[in-house]
Nanobody, 122 residues
């Protein structure tokens, strides 16, 4: 079993940038697609971005495409989410998940992290 752990959240002004990391233990990290999801107060959790097992494919939600970039380093067992041009509506708890692919439906039985808070001030 693998356990993802997120880091890198914090407070940033609108228009700024922030990078998140998701590190996972276990030698089978490259067996999984990795996705980022977020949940704002009072809202349902939503998909943000995902990357395939070896990084050859990525998929983004329309609301973040062109502003966020997902990448991974399987040697370090880590996935990154670089967030640029942040907006107040990006404020949420961001979760990392290890799933079966790059599409949101492939994370129904994923391994989830505990989340990291991202707050974007206006």
């Amino acid at each position: 079993q693998v356990q993802p752990v997120e880091s890198g959240g914090g407070l940033v002004q609108a228009g700024g940038s922030l990078g998140l990391s998701c590190a996972a233990s276990g030698r089978t990290f490259s067996d999984y697609g990795v996705g980022w999801f977020r949940q704002a107060p009072g809202k349902e959790r939503e998909f943000v971005a995902a990357i395939s097992r070896y990084g050859s494919s990525t998929y983004y939600a329309g609301s973040v495409k062109g502003r966020f970039t997902i990448s991974r380093d399987n040697v370090k067992n880590t996935v990154y989410l670089q967030m640029n041009s942040l907006k107040p509506e990006d404020t949420a708890v961001y979760y990392c998940a290890l799933g079966a692919g790059i599409f949101p439906s492939q994370y129904d039985n994923a391994y989830w992290g505990q989340g990291t808070q991202v707050t974007v001030s206006s």
